[in-house]
């Protein structure tokens, strides 16, 4: 199987601006370096992956150890797929198009897939519907039929001290209708993405508000250093009641 081009983190960067994508891939020395905050923000929300999973108990973990093992998990899953023998997978991975999607949990009921996306956020936000669509968009195209597509977050009516009950600290949302609205845009985007890849230099885009939204690009040192300090883009790291919310869970 020939390897990725787009994994759901860089179609949502292509999304934000091609030439965030680009220079990633082609000149990914020139990135920032990763505020404590934007690591601190990584590793809890990998903790909230590994305790959602327990809201589905007794699947099997087919995370890739590291980037080489991509292509294999996609085949293996599709094996256990086929063979019927997991009715949960966690971290399964699938490709289509050479576009790659980890999907955070899968979980056969009666003859139908569900597939679960979990969000160490308080609630659910457009780029969420809008990686839930790439997800979506592979699984289906790879051969898998889901009935339904479904975002966990945390509940934000649940108060708690010490450790949680995993069944009240977590929603479950379907997004099923807003992800099915999103497929040709998915294919489009997909397409200007991997066109944008094979170009020799980086497109020629301006900094602007795109820089930080949704999320602060790591090339703002790159793009904006002809720019005096006072215009750059001040980067706030809000939600911090949210952040002390997640530090409570052990
Ligand atoms: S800093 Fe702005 S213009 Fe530069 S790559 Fe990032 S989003 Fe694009």
Not at 134 to 151: M, R
Not at 220 to 228: A, D, R, S, V
Not at 231 to 239: S, V
């Amino acid at each position: 199987m020939e390897r990725h081009l787009l994994s759901k983190s860089t179609f949502i960067r292509s999304n934000q601006c091609l030439k965030s994508l680009y220079l990633n891939k082609k000149r990914p020395f020139l990135r920032d370096k990763l505020s404590p905050q934007q690591r601190a923000k990584f590793q809890r929300g990998h903790k909230i992956g590994e305790l959602a999973q327990q809201l589905f108990p007794g699947g099997i973990d087919m995370r890739p150890k590291s980037p080489s093992q991509y292509q294999k998990r996609v085949l293996e899953v599709k094996h256990l797929i086929d063979t019927n023998s997991q009715n949960i997978i966690y971290e399964a991975s699938f490709q289509y198009d050479q576009l790659l999607a980890i999907l955070d949990i899968l979980v056969k009921v009666g003859d139908e897939w569900i597939a679960y996306e979990v969000k160490s956020s308080l609630g659910i936000y457009d780029t969420y519907i809008l990686d839930s669509a790439f997800q979506y968009y592979i699984i289906t195209n790879s051969g898998i039929n889901l009935k339904d597509f479904k975002l966990i977050h945390i509940d934000p009516d649940y108060e708690f001290e010490g450790q949680p009950e995993i069944g009240k600290l977590f929603k479950e949302v379907s997004v099923l209708d807003e992800v099915l609205k999103l497929q040709d845009y998915i294919k489009e985007q997909s397409l200007r993405a991997k066109e944008t890849l094979k170009l020799e230099k980086s497109p020629n885009i301006e900094p602007g508000e795109q820089c930080t939204n949704p999320y602060p690009c790591d090339f703002i040192g790159h793009c904006w250093k002809k720019y005096p300090p006072e215009e750059r883009p001040q980067i706030e790291y809000k939600n911090e009641d949210f952040y002390n919310f997640l530090n409570k869970i052990k």
